[in-house]
C-alpha cells in the first residue's frame, strides 16, 4: 500500500458537507442504482462491443474479487494504461469497491514516462493493452515490472499475455465471487474523503506532477455539470478524449455512470467515424478539446447529415480560438457549444451556460460553476479591477488534495485556501473569465507584455491556419522577441510577410506582430491535445526549427 499525505482539512470537508457540495458518494452507488433501476439498458458501447448496466455491475464485483485474490487491498495503486474501452470503466468501478486507488495513464506514455510515473503511485498493478495503434506496450510492461519493485501484476486486456503476466479473459473467466461475500465486500467500502484518483498532469512545462482526488472532489463537479448543463439519463454520450487524462475520465467514464446514461466510447479519433456514431446511436452530448470541434466543423457534407440529436458539445482542455465557435454556431445551429475551462488539478471550474449570448460564449470561458470560486490577483495577491490581466486562482469542492511525494508544490501552489492555476486571466464585471496564456507564457518586448493568446486567437482567423503556437526567443536589445510556430493546412503556404499583412488586415498593434515564422507539420501536443509550447522552446533554443 502506498501512502499519500494530502492537503485535506477537517475544516474542509465541514465547509464542503454543509454547503451540499460533498455529498459523501461513490461512483459505485450511482452505477449500482442504474443497475437495479434499469438493469437492461445498455451502458457503454465501445469499437469491441457492449455491456448493461446489470452486466457492469456484474463484472465489476467479480474483477474486484479477482483483485482480492490476487493480494491487491485498500490503498493499493492499480494503473490503466489501456484504450477507451469498457474494461477501463469495469477495472475502475472494481478497485473502488475495495478501496484501491486508480492512476489513469495516457496510451501515448512510454518507457520513460511510465518508470516516473509507477515509481511516485507505487503502482501493484499495471493493466495494458498487448498492442494498441502498433507499439507492443505488452513488451515495454514485462520490461518496466522487472525495475519496478511494487509491481507485482502485469494484467492484459486483449490478446494473449507474456509468460508471467494475467490474461483479462483467464482473470475474468474465474468465479472469484464465490469466495468473496456481498458483505465482505461491502464492508471494503472506502470512506469518501480517501484518495480514489492519482492522475499526472500532462507535464508541459516540465516534470509531470501526481494529483491527488478524493471521492468527494471526482463527485462534485460531476453533480454540477449536469446541473449546469440540465442533463438527463435520456442522454447519450460520446467521449474521445483519452480516460488517461482528466477529461475523458471525468467525462467519459464517471458522467455517464451517474447520470445512468448510456455512453459510446471512441478509441481512435475520426470525424467521420463520430458522425456515424452519432447517426447510429443518436447521440447527444459530446466532450473535447478544439482539435476535435474543428476537425469536425471540417467534415465533408456535414449539412446533409443526420446529426439533430447532437445538442451539446463541452469545449476545453486548451484555448478555443474565438472565430472556431463562431463557426460551430453556423454549421450546427442545433448544438450549442460551450467552452469551459479547467484542469487536472479541479476539472472544469467555469463553463458558458446554455442561454448565454454569443459574445460570451465566444469571447470567454465561462464563469465559475456551483461550488468553486475564482478570482484574478496581481503579484502581490490582491483582487485587480474587471478587464485587468493577472494571475488566475480557484478555490472550492473540485479542488483537488495534494500532489503525490511533493509537499514543496503543496505548499507553493497555494495562497491560502486558494490554488495557483498558473493561468493568466481577464474577468468582466459578470464574473466572466478568459484565458489569455500561462504565466510562462508571458512575452516582454521591450518592456511591453504582448498578450499571446490574443494573437494567437487573430492567427486562427486565417483559414490556410491548422494550428499556431507563439512562444518568446531571447534577444539581445528587447530581452524577447516572438516566434509564431505554424501548422498549416495541406497545400497551403504562409510566409513571414504574408503573416504579417494579414495581423495588419485585423488592425493589430504592430508591436504585438511575431517576428519570425516557423512552419512546422506537427504541432507537439500532451495526452489531452494541448499544444507543448515547452518543446517549441527548446527546438528555439537548440536552433531545431527547419
Known amino acids: 500500500m502506498t501512502h499519500f499525505d494530502t492537503r485535506l482539512t477537517f475544516d474542509r470537508i465541514y465547509r464542503e458537507k454543509h454547503t451540499g457540495n460533498w455529498v459523501d458518494q461513490l461512483i459505485i452507488d450511482y452505477s449500482d442504482r442504474a443497475a437495479s433501476t434499469n438493469p437492461q439498458k445498455i451502458a457503454i458501447i465501445d469499437s469491441r462491443g457492449s455491456c448493461s448496466f446489470e452486466e457492469l455491475k456484474r463484472l465489476s464485483v467479480r474483477c474486484a474479487c479477482g483483485l482480492l485474490g490476487l493480494g491487491i487491498s485498500a490503498g493499493d495503486v492499480i494503473s490503466l494504461q489501456l484504450p477507451n474501452w469498457r474494461e477501463w470503466t469495469i477495472l475502475h468501478l472494481a478497485a473502488t469497491r475495495i478501496g484501491a486507488i486508480t492512476n489513469p495513464l495516457a496510451p501515448i506514455f512510454r518507457e520513460r514516462e511510465l518508470t516516473f510515473m509507477l515509481e511516485v503511485c507505487g503502482s501493484t498493478?499495471?493493466?495494458?493493452?498487448?498492442n494498441f495503434r502498433g507499439f507492443d506496450h505488452a513488451s515495454l510492461a514485462v520490461k518496466l515490472r522487472e525495475g519496478l519493485k511494487s509491481l507485482t501484476h502485469v494484467l492484459v486486456i486483449d490478446g494473449e499475455a507474456p509468460p508471467g503476466c494475467l490474461c483479462w479473459n483467464d482473470f475474468m473467466a474465474t468465479p472469484w465471487e464465490e469466495s468473496v461475500g456481498a458483505e465482505e465486500l461491502e464492508e471494503m467500502r472506502p470512506a469518501p474523503n480517501s484518495v480514489t484518483e492519482i492522475i499526472f498532469t500532462s507535464g508541459t512545462t516540465g516534470v509531470a506532477k501526481g494529483v491527488l482526488h478524493t471521492h468527494n472532489t471526482l463527485t462534485a463537479p460531476i453533480n454540477a455539470i449536469i446541473d449546469v448543463l440540465k442533463l438527463m439519463p435520456e442522454?447519450?454520450?460520446?467521449?474521445v478524449s483519452t480516460f488517461g487524462h482528466q477529461t475523458g475520465f471525468h467525462g467519459g467514464v464517471r458522467l455517464p455512470l451517474h447520470l445512468g446514461a448510456t455512453v459510446v466510447y471512441q478509441d481512435v479519433w475520426n470525424p467521420i467515424e463520430f458522425l456515424k456514431l452519432v447517426e447510429?446511436?443518436?447521440?447527444?452530448?459530446?466532450?473535447?478539446?478544439?482539435?476535435?470541434?474543428q476537425d469536425l466543423l471540417q467534415c465533408p457534407n456535414l449539412a446533409t447529415r443526420d446529426l439533430g440529436?447532437?445538442?451539446i458539445f463541452r469545449c476545453g482542455g486548451a484555448p478555443i480560438p474565438r472565430v472556431l465557435i463562431q463557426e460551430a454556431l453556423v454549421k450546427l445551429p442545433q448544438m450549442s457549444v460551450h467552452s469551459a475551462w479547467g484542469q487536472t488539478e479541479n476539472a472544469f471550474v467555469t463553463i458558458t451556460r446554455p442561454g448565454d449570448c454569443i459574445h460570451k460564449i465566444a469571447d470567454t470561458d465561462g464563469r465559475a460553476?456551483?461550488?468553486?470560486?475564482?478570482?484574478?490577483v496581481d503579484t502581490e495577491g490582491e483582487t485587480v479591477s474587471a478587464g485587468i490581466e493577472g494571475r488566475l486562482q480557484c478555490c472550492g469542492a473540485f479542488l483537488f488534495v495534494g500532489y503525490a511525494k511533493r509537499p514543496d508544490l503543496n505548499v507553493e501552489s497555494f495562497e491560502g485556501e486558494w490554488f495557483n492555476t498558473g493561468d493568466l486571466a481577464t474577468m468582466d464585471e459578470e464574473g466572466f473569465i478568459r484565458i489569455t496564456g500561462r504565466e510562462r507564457d508571458v512575452i516582454i518586448r521591450g518592456g511591453e507584455n504582448i498578450p499571446v493568446a490574443y494573437v494567437e486567437n487573430v492567427l486562427y482567423e486565417d483559414p490556410r491556419i491548422v494550428a499556431v503556437a507563439i512562444v518568446a526567443m531571447s534577444d539581445p536589445r528587447l530581452g524577447e522577441r516572438a516566434c509564431a510556430f505554424i501548422e498549416l493546412r495541406s497545400e497551403c503556404s504562409l510566409d513571414l510577410i504574408a503573416m504579417q499583412a494579414h495581423l495588419d488586415s485585423r488592425k493589430v498593434a504592430k508591436q504585438y506582430w511575431p517576428e519570425r515564422l516557423v512552419i512546422i507539420e506537427d504541432m507537439p501536443r500532451s495526452a489531452n491535445g494541448k499544444i507543448v509550447k515547452a518543446l517549441l522552446r527548446a527546438r528555439l533554443k537548440e536552433g531545431k526549427t527547419s
Open 125 to 130: 498493478m499495471l493493466a495494458i493493452t498487448k
Open 235 to 239: 442522454d447519450v454520450c460520446h467521449m
Open 280 to 293: 447510429q446511436h443518436r447521440i447527444t452530448i459530446t466532450n473535447g478539446g478544439p482539435t476535435f470541434l
Open 309 to 311: 440529436s447532437l445538442r
Open 369 to 376: 460553476q456551483r461550488g468553486m470560486e475564482v478570482r484574478v
